[in-house]
């Protein structure tokens, strides 16, 4: 008989952990909070599309639903920048066939949802808050939020996939002698602005680009939705700093604020007023902790044990990886879930922990670095040395277009810092780098020192 | 009429700001989960003494007790460090009037609670547990350990004294919106060991010094009790690394271990083998957070929002300073609490955060470089550039011996670091650095780059 498995959470990752585990031939219930999207469609409003990239592709190939979201997938093949006058400059991510992919939050969680919900071994049940594991039985309590209904799960296992304000999480900091956790919000929110598509049908926008607004302390991005609209995100300090959200605070003050920095969106943004006094502002977490794991009763995964800022696209990604991972180690380790566990709790949460360095640090180079000619020069270098050197791989495509753990990819990003320190220095570098012996003799002598990295 | 005061925690800090407040004329109320220990008495086994310094004496001179704390007190004038050969070594904190004070944790907060209670506007409530606070409402629940009752008290404002994992920090954290927290242990445990006076009824070690025991990876250190006794406590990894606490479980193992890293202790310890099995393994937590109130309504003081580690002696001394600053805020804006309480949480959770990394990175002095030649030779040489430009004061000492605010310390410590690689590589150091002209060139150098610090 195998295990019964109770996953509390069914967003995204909890779902797809749920059909890696069906498939398996687990007992699986799963509990989630809201009711069943299929039925009560999702809000919207906030985080309304996502970035897939490779490290996401392939959880969804495992799940066998890597083609049809494909289909509804927009390819963004490079940022698009727009400065204040309105000038659009293009910088590709990676290759040509190099992608990262817009896909909608709901159209996906829905699709997991249905495919997880055929196997018979399966089982949702919606509408059910978490009120807390005991960890040490591998029980959990839920109540109804309409009827109030009070149940008590036990399982053989639970895995606590209920996101950054994760209930699971909670009865581990509780249970655990030593459990190390930080919260941390960055001093910005961000608000979404909602752009139509055009008269006839089509993208306002060029619809295979992420589009960035990029104006040092503060940015606004735009990702392409296959109805042909984009959704717009302004990320912007909450106070003290000008221009901050409350700063604007009159009509006058928000179209001064768009006037001055945003000038070329607003005819995109219809309802910019409406939208912007309506709209929530809402907060940017990073969260980190350890361990994850209580023996080998209780795991928490994604966004309930390393919630990140969203400016590398890697929330969603890094937590599909989890269960790859986590996948990958039940064949290695032949269903011993102590064993599984243990590992992933042993290996994964240093490279948590840089995929959140990773994306704070993005943050930086998206408002701000993207527009710097040294920035620019730098990506070009690098795309250079690539294809002379395939075995360079800049740290964005590491990030984005490799399945190299992302604490290597992190040591790897502070080494090309320093390659570029040096070589960004020389004389005339900008116009002279290409077939500089200079700049030949420092990539090459930088190159001995590297580990070769595992891109499989 | 002068606002209603709840100070939730009758520990070192509440204890001593409740005097202060009530020294003003505010009408006070005290509420503490303990039984009054003027009557309990107070539970030894754990943190029985402590190291007041500078920042300490100056908050019980503000509360009238310095005298009669002094009295109880023993001076420690610098470490005295046992080699695993039983030899000694003796390294002054400062100068010869220079000293940290061993005091008795209970004694001292029994002395803080009888001078409070000598007040009409200020009242103890002992046995109450807080089960959390109403911010908004600046009202806060408990219950009493004993009888059960419940009890809601209505204040003007709320002081938060309740230690590390605080009660009204966890409501804080439920009703400020972008809380930011971390809770962070150190894979260590202490446990401590009672070393009894000698038959005569001395002390067994020299009373007037910190001893130490560094063994690199981990460390025994002893401070004198008035007793005559000393209190042992070992500081040892939890597990992983040999040896580590569950590596010493049988007899045989414990002696061997003493036998090996601490002969000269084992004869002062009579009960060693008892002790090490029954006394708990406590761990060392550091808590961050910020921020530190909720409007001028409530605000969380010492352990409660900036636990440390006790590798600095500064856990105390923290907490006390915070309650010098504050009753300097309320002379400086006029008792305006609204000020006073932004001004607090403005200047002061950057220094509560230097001064958890000085206490992380002296647990790594204090079980490792203590030993090393190379840390001595920069302690001498510290000493001597302090002899001839008072002004240039050793790190130590800023932290230890002066009012200088911990972040700026800690910023003169990283810039000390800088100063002492360039002079500690210079060839025959450890025996021509007096005198040196090319000594004494670097450090004129790096004199007049430094901002002058106010040592007040």
Same mark, same amino acid.
């Given at each position: 008989m195998k *295990?019964?498995?109770?996953?509390?959470? $069914?967003?995204?990752?909890?779902? /797809?952990? $749920?059909?890696?585990? $069906?498939?398996?031939?687990?007992?699986? @219930?799963?509990f989630e909070l809201r009711n069943d999207p299929r039925k009560a469609g999702f809000k919207g409003g906030r985080s309304i599309n996502l970035a897939m990239s490779d490290r996401g592709w392939k959880a969804m190939e495992r799940a066998g639903i890597k083609d049809t979201i494909r289909q509804q997938a927009i390819p963004m093949r490079g940022r698009k920048m727009h400065d204040?006058?309105?000038?659009?400059?293009?910088?590709p991510y990676g290759d040509q066939d190099q992608a990262i992919y817009s896909v909608s939050r709901g159209g996906l969680n829905i699709e997991l949802i249905d495919i997880a919900d055929q196997y018979d071994n399966l089982k949702f049940h919606f509408g059910y808050k978490c009120l807390g594991v005991v960890a040490e039985e591998a029980k959990a309590h839920f109540e109804h939020r309409d009827t109030g209904e009070h149940l008590t799960v036990n399982a053989d296992r639970i895995f606590g996939t209920d996101g950054a304000f994760s209930?699971?999480?909670?009865?581990? +900091?509780?249970? /655990? =002698?030593?459990?190390?956790?930080?919260?941390?919000?960055?001093?910005?929110?961000?608000?979404?602005?909602?752009?139509?598509?055009?008269? *006839?049908?089509k993208h306002a926008l060029d619809p295979n680009a992420l589009h960035i607004w990029p104006r040092g302390q503060f940015m606004m991005i735009a990702l =392409?939705?296959? *109805?042909?609209?984009?959704?717009?995100?302004?990320?912007?300090?909450?106070?003290?700093?000008?221009?901050?959200? *409350?700063?604007?605070?009159?009509?006058?003050?928000? +179209?001064?604020?768009?006037?001055?920095?945003?000038? &070329?969106a607003i005819p995109l943004i219809p309802n910019l007023l409406e939208e912007f006094r309506e709209n929530p502002t809402s907060s940017l977490i990073t969260i980190r902790c350890s361990p994850w794991r209580y023996?080998?009763?209780?795991?928490? +995964?994604?966004?309930?044990?390393?919630?990140?800022? =969203?400016?590398?696209?890697q929330g969603m990604n890094s937590g599909f990886e989890d269960c790859t991972l986590l996948d990958e180690l039940i064949d290695a380790h032949d269903g011993n879930w102590a064993e599984i566990i243990e590992a992933f709790n042993h290996s994964r949460i240093k490279d948590a922990n840089a995929i959140a360095d990773l994306a704070l640090r993005n943050f930086i180079e998206m408002r701000d670095k993207v527009a710097d000619p040294k920035f620019l020069l730098r990506k070009e270098i690098a795309a250079h040395f690539n294809k002379i050197y395939p075995e360079f791989l800049p740290l964005y495509s590491q990030v984005t277009f490799s399945h190299i753990p992302y604490s290597e990819a992190l040591e790897?990003?502070?080494?090309? &810092? $320093?390659?570029?320190? @040096?070589?960004?220095? /020389?004389?005339?570098?900008?116009?002279?780098?290409?077939?500089?012996? @200079?700049? &030949?003799?420092?990539?090459?002598?930088? +190159?001995?020192?590297r580990p070769v990295l595992a891109t499989s």
């Open positions: *295990d019964r498995i109770l996953i509390v959470g $069914a967003g995204l990752v909890g779902s /797809l952990w $749920a059909v890696l585990l $069906a498939k398996r031939g687990y007992q699986v @219930e799963v204040t006058a309105g000038q659009l400059t293009f910088q209930a699971v999480r909670r009865s581990l +900091m509780k249970a /655990l =002698p030593r459990f190390n956790y930080s919260q941390s919000f960055l001093d910005y929110g961000y608000k979404e602005l909602h752009i139509p598509p055009t008269t *006839d049908g =392409p939705n296959v *109805d042909g609209s984009f959704t717009g995100t302004l990320f912007l300090a909450y106070e003290g700093q000008t221009p901050a959200f *409350d700063q604007l605070n009159t009509d006058e003050e928000i +179209m001064a604020f768009f006037q001055t920095y945003f000038a &070329d023996e080998d009763k209780v795991l928490i +995964m994604g966004d309930a044990s390393h919630a990140i800022v =969203p400016f590398y696209g790897e990003g502070h080494a090309q &810092d $320093a390659l570029f320190e @040096e070589i960004l220095v /020389l004389d005339g570098i900008e116009h002279n780098w290409k077939d500089n012996p @200079e700049v &030949d003799r420092i990539f090459r002598k930088w +190159m001995q020192g």
